[in-house]
C-alpha cells in the first residue's frame, strides 16, 4: 500500500526533471523533448523552488539547467548542477569551435547547422601550439579531446561514410555551445586560459 501511494505522487513530468538533471536535452530525442514542452510551466515552478534554472531553446532544439553562484557563504545551497571540469587543451578547443559558429553565423544564411572536420579542428588548433612537442602531446591525445566536448554535448560525430579517411570525420558544432558559452563567459575563458583548469 505505501509504495502504491508513493508511485501516485509521482508527477508526470519527473522523467524529464531527471533527464535534465543529467544534461542537456536536446529535440533528437522525441519522447523527451515533447514531454519538456508540455510539462515546460510545472518544470520551470519545480526547478525554481530549489533555485534551479532552465534555459530552453525551442528554435535551436536545446536545453539545460543552470545553478546561479551566490557571493552569501551562509545561504550558499549545494550543487546539484555538476560543473564540468575543463583541461587546457579542451578548453582551447571550445573557444575555437565557438568562434568556428560565430563565423559561421555571420557568414551564412541558408543552413542552421554548422559541420567542421576533424582535419580542419586540427589546423586551427595546432596555431595555437607553438612549440613541436606540444604538437605531439595535443595530437597524441587529440580524438579523447573530441571525444570529451561530444560527452559534453557541444560537439556531434556526423555518421562516418565507408571511404571517409579520419582525417575527413565531420562533426556538427552544436549550438548549445553559444548558450553555455555567452560573449560574457568566452571573454573571462580566454582571460583565463594558462592560469587553471576552466569550469563550465
Known amino acids: 500500500m505505501e509504495n502504491e501511494i508513493s508511485q501516485n505522487k509521482i508527477m508526470p513530468y519527473t522523467p524529464v526533471v531527471i533527464k535534465l538533471l ?42 539545460f539547467l543552470t545553478q546561479p553562484d551566490t557571493d552569501d557563504k551562509e545561504s550558499r545551497m549545494p550543487r546539484l548542477v555538476r560543473r564540468m571540469p575543463l583541461s587546457y587543451e579542451v578548453t582551447q578547443l571550445l573557444v575555437i569551435l565557438r568562434g568556428c559558429l560565430e563565423e559561421f553565423d555571420v557568414t551564412t544564411t541558408d543552413s542552421s547547422k554548422c559541420f567542421i572536420t576533424r582535419q580542419e579542428i586540427v589546423e586551427k588548433i595546432e596555431l ?13 591525445k587529440f580524438d579523447a579531446y573530441i571525444n570529451q566536448v561530444i560527452t559534453f554535448g557541444f560537439l556531434k560525430a556526423v555518421e562516418i561514410r565507408e571511404a571517409e579517411e579520419d582525417h575527413d570525420r565531420r562533426y556538427e558544432i552544436r549550438r548549445v555551445i553559444k548558450a553555455k558559452i555567452n560573449n560574457e563567459k568566452l571573454e ?13
Open 22 to 63: 543529467q544534461g542537456t536535452v536536446f529535440d533528437e530525442e522525441k519522447k523527451t523533448w515533447n514531454e519538456l514542452l508540455l510539462y515546460q510551466k510545472p518544470v520551470r515552478d519545480y526547478l525554481g523552488q530549489i533555485g534551479i534554472h532552465l534555459h530552453l531553446d525551442e528554435s535551436d532544439g536545446f536545453a
Open 128 to 140: 595555437l601550439f607553438k612549440e613541436k612537442a606540444d604538437k605531439v602531446k595535443l595530437l597524441s
Open 188 to 200: 573571462e575563458i580566454k582571460e583565463n586560459l594558462g592560469q587553471n583548469d576552466e569550469y563550465l
